[in-house]
């Protein structure tokens, strides 16, 4: 089945507690994306790739790192989460041409106290 | 950044009703998406729009790309208690002949209809 993995589904932490949430897909495809959602914000890209060893900002960065070492898995990076970085993620992948599907995860709800 | 002003951001109406979800932008977009989105879940693709003035229907959902590629609108006909989620609008920028264009969101619209 094609699909986009997240986990931790769930994940409650500590300020300044390094963290990272795994994404993987199974479809080849060359981009892959994190969003943050939040009430009344929509979904905000954090970082892109567009292939492997390729990655690149996007709305709303600070805070967070992302690697692309194989093309199926992006791993998103805390260093040193903070309580403004509580909010629901998303990661998502799609061909870079054509219709530019996106695919989401099931997202991971990350609470920083 | 470009920028999506979606409208209403929140919708409760009866079922059987009619409704419209507005998309807007002073930006020109390749192509825009609709997504829905359920609770515990991610967005999942409605369709894409690329043509301005675009009409494309699925079954009681009838989306439209503005001529200008600026804005697109989403009316749901006779709305069922199955249509309630949060629905997203996300339009492709522009490239210039590049095969990618960074994705922006709108705030997203949530639609409840009640029985």
């Known amino acids: 089945e094609a699909q986009v993995t997240q986990n931790p589904r769930y994940l409650i932490t500590v300020t300044g507690k390094k963290l990272t949430v795994t994404c993987s897909q199974n479809?080849?495809?060359?981009?892959m994306s994190w969003y943050r959602q939040d009430p009344g914000l929509g979904l905000r890209q954090i970082y892109y790739s567009m292939n492997v060893e390729v990655t690149d900002k996007g709305d709303v960065p600070e805070g967070y790192k992302v690697s692309r070492k194989e093309k199926r898995n992006f791993p998103l990076i805390l260093e040193s989460p903070s309580p403004n970085q509580t909010s629901l993620y998303f990661c998502a992948s799609s061909w870079t041409s054509g219709s530019r599907e996106q695919f989401f995860g099931p997202g991971t709800r990350l609470t920083v106290l | 950044t470009q920028l999506l002003e979606q409208s209403p951001q929140f919708l409760s109406i009866q079922e059987g009703e009619n409704l419209t979800v507005y998309c807007n932008s002073s930006s020109v977009f390749s192509s825009l998406q609709w997504y829905r989105q359920e609770p515990g879940e991610g967005p999942v693709l409605l369709v894409t729009v690329v043509t301005g003035g675009e009409v494309k229907k699925l079954k009681r959902l009838t989306f439209q790309f503005g001529d200008a590629r600026k804005d697109s609108s989403l009316h749901i006909t006779a709305a069922q208690p199955g249509d309630t989620g949060l629905y997203l609008c996300a339009g492709e920028e522009e490239t210039g002949g590049t095969s990618y264009g960074k994705l922006t969101f709108g705030q997203g619209t949530i639609l409840t209809v009640h029985p």
């Open positions: 479809m080849n495809h060359e981009y």
